[in-house]
């Protein structure tokens, strides 16, 4: 099943902050995050594990709450770059990365 | 340097023309993957191989075909391309321990009239 994430579209001004959610109908053992920019492939941002293991971005951070099978991401203070459309992905099993489900992603746009 | 690469970035072909998308990573990654992206339906997996010889349907297989004869390379096949099938497709591998960190390459944009 694909993980939902919401919202569709984001628009901000820089500097702002936004959150964006990923939430799945069954239980979830890890949350990958992928962010794509206009004309280029995705690129990995971060992995969620269960039990609160984080890797990845600096300046971007995320949460994983597994019992309500959901993750958000958090973009503080950003930056014109932070610009693309964010994908959560949720794996079939439970450690494969490779066999991941994507949401539907959310466009981000950050103006100046 | 580490890559993901596909060939050709862009094609256009007619209906039922047998065509190959081919992908190479230079990482000695285990696991490759193939995505089709479609607007407003994300990125969608059709096939994913475990190793060489190794290879499982994704969500959306139906209409391609894959094979895994050597680690690096995992080329995508349709023989009988029809419209339905235009979209844009991505390439992926990652290592088989974690953190599954997925390196794509940088899509084939295929378009069948």
């Known amino acids: 099943q694909q993980p939902v994430q919401s919202p569709q579209a984001v628009i901000l001004r820089e500097g702002e902050d936004a959150v964006i959610n990923c939430s799945s109908s069954?239980?979830?053992?890890?949350v990958h995050w992928y962010r794509q920019k206009h004309g280029e492939a995705p690129v990995f941002l971060m992995i969620l594990l269960k039990g609160g293991e984080q890797k990845g971005h600096e300046k971007i951070s995320a949460s994983f709450n597994e019992k309500k099978q959901q993750s958000s991401l958090y973009l503080t203070a950003s930056q014109l770059s932070y610009s693309g459309t964010y994908f959560c992905g949720t794996p079939r099993g439970e450690t494969s990365g490779s066999r991941l489900t994507f949401g539907e992603g959310t466009q981000l746009t950050v103006n100046p | 340097e580490a890559q993901v690469t596909q060939n050709p970035r862009y094609l256009i072909t007619v209906t039922g023309k047998k065509l190959t998308v081919t992908c190479s990573q230079n990482?000695?990654?285990?696991?490759m993957s193939w995505y089709r992206q479609d607007p407003g339906l994300g990125l969608r997996q059709i096939y994913y191989?475990?190793?060489?010889?190794?290879?499982d349907k994704g969500d959306v297989p139906e209409g391609y075909k894959v094979s895994r004869k050597e680690k690096r390379n995992f080329p995508l096949i349709l023989e009988s391309p029809s419209p339905n099938q235009t979209s844009l497709y991505f390439c992926a591998s990652s290592k088989e321990t974690g953190p599954y960190e997925q390196y794509f390459g940088p899509g084939t944009r295929l378009t069948v009239t």
């Open positions: 069954k239980a979830l053992y890890s």
């Open positions: 191989s475990m190793n060489v010889e190794v290879t």
């Open positions: 990482m000695n990654h285990e696991y």
